[in-house]
């Protein structure tokens, strides 16, 4: 893929509308087919599919790319991506064939709902349930901070069915399930969160992806690592964006006789800001080495990348509306970019979930062979 025509759409068609999509809480939905004629809602797959075949850096850098222009398209865009691939590594021929193409060409927005009021980090611990007869599935139940919910046609939603946690395939006009706009978020508000309740909501009972009990893991597995991926690629686009509004202010504001850029506590936090963002890059580097998002290394590199990535974007955002003074209070892409870096820091596993995985996973390799 070209990267400098991947730049160009971004700054001509994406960014010019990221703060009002923000401040109008609507997500561009006239990008979609243009999303969908660039190859990029399932870009892992083959071009005959609809998708670009990438490479994971070259997947990384399109989301880098993305997170530059708009963090509600960035998401929008990873969750095409990652309900196209559950489907194509675990879905079955009939499921593959009949949401797969719909999803590439656009004409079916897809969303993830895992997330339940009583239920966020302790994602194995569900509630909603299901109950398997001849031919249907009924789904009871609440999911909450749904990206997409709004718009969406296609749910992949977590059940506990015969006690298992499950994947289920569930189309908006399903009978039983009702959808509630949520509003007036901190951040991604262009991202037309909703919850879903629903109430003996009936779906055809060949809807399980992969099978009984294939919920979180693998399907779940799956699904946040290509999330978090896409997450930590996005946080150095938005750093990027940051730093340049930044440096040019430094170089032309003057005070005390001199440009900002001569004083050296502004020189420090320009130092931290490029070193940091550097140190993310090589990280996702990293995480692009694992040939695939399955293995335990994959993960593992992803939730490295994914947990210092978003803290760095928490922090360089802070920091280039510090170095802007009032003028960074009242930069409507500063403070977007701002908030939605906040929310980096939560969604796909909070900033301290990954801490604790981080560290459980070298634990238990320095128990098994006494290293990292
Ligand atoms: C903009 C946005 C979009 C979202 N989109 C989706 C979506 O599309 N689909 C979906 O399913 N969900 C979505 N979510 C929900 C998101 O996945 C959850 O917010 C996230 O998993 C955290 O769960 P929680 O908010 O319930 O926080 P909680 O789990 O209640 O955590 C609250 C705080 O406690 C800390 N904490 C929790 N457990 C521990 C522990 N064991 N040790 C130390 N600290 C702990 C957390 O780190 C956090 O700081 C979205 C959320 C937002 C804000």
Avoid at 169 to 181: I, N, Q, T, Y
Wanted: aromatic residues 8%; proline residues 2%; glycine residues 8%.
């Amino acid at each position: 893929m070209n990267m400098q025509e991947v730049q160009k759409f971004v700054a001509e068609r994406i960014a010019p509308a990221a703060n009002e999509c923000d401040r109008t809480e609507q997500f561009p939905m006239d990008l979609v087919v243009e999303l969908a004629q660039q190859g990029w809602l399932v870009a892992l797959a083959d071009e005959s599919l609809g998708g670009r075949n990438l490479d994971l850096m070259n997947f990384g850098e399109l989301f880098e790319l993305l997170g530059r222009g708009c963090g509600s398209v960035r998401a929008m865009v990873m969750l095409q991506n990652m309900v196209a691939s559950l489907l194509q590594r675990w879905g079955n021929e009939e499921q593959k064939q009949k949401w797969i193409p719909g999803i590439a060409g656009g004409q079916i927005i897809a969303a993830f709902a895992l997330s339940e009021p009583d239920v966020g980090s302790d994602a194995l611990n569900i509630k909603a349930s299901a109950v398997r007869s001849a031919n249907e599935i009924k789904l009871n139940g609440k999911k909450t901070w749904i990206t997409l919910g709004q718009i969406a046609h296609l749910f992949i939603v977590f059940a506990r069915l015969n006690g298992k946690h499950t994947a289920f395939l569930v189309p908006r006009e399903s009978p039983g399930l009702e959808v509630f706009p949520i509003s007036s978020m901190l951040g991604l508000r262009a991202a037309m969160l909703a919850e879903l309740r629903f109430k003996d909501c009936r779906i055809p009972g060949e809807n399980i992806i992969g099978g009984i009990g294939f919920g979180l893991a693998p399907v779940g597995t799956l699904a946040l690592n290509i999330g978090r991926y896409s997450i930590a690629w996005g946080c150095l686009g938005m750093a990027r964006v940051c730093l340049d509004i930044a440096m040019r202010h430094v170089l032309d504001r003057q005070q005390f006789g001199t440009a900002l850029k001569n004083f050296q506590l502004v020189q420090q936090k320009i130092a931290d800001m490029i070193v940091s963002i550097n140190a993310a890059r090589y990280l996702c580097e990293a995480a692009a080495t694992v040939g695939s998002f399955e293995s335990r290394r994959a993960m593992m590199h992803i939730l490295q990348a994914k947990y210092f990535a978003t803290t760095m974007v928490a922090r360089v955002t802070s920091d280039a509306i510090q170095l802007c003074g009032a003028l960074g209070c009242r930069n409507e892409t500063l403070q977007r970019l701002f908030r939605d870096a906040k929310v980096m820091e939560i969604i796909e596993g909070t900033t301290q979930i990954h801490q604790i995985k981080i560290a459980e996973f070298a634990i238990h390799e320095y128990k098994r062979k006494g290293s990292f």
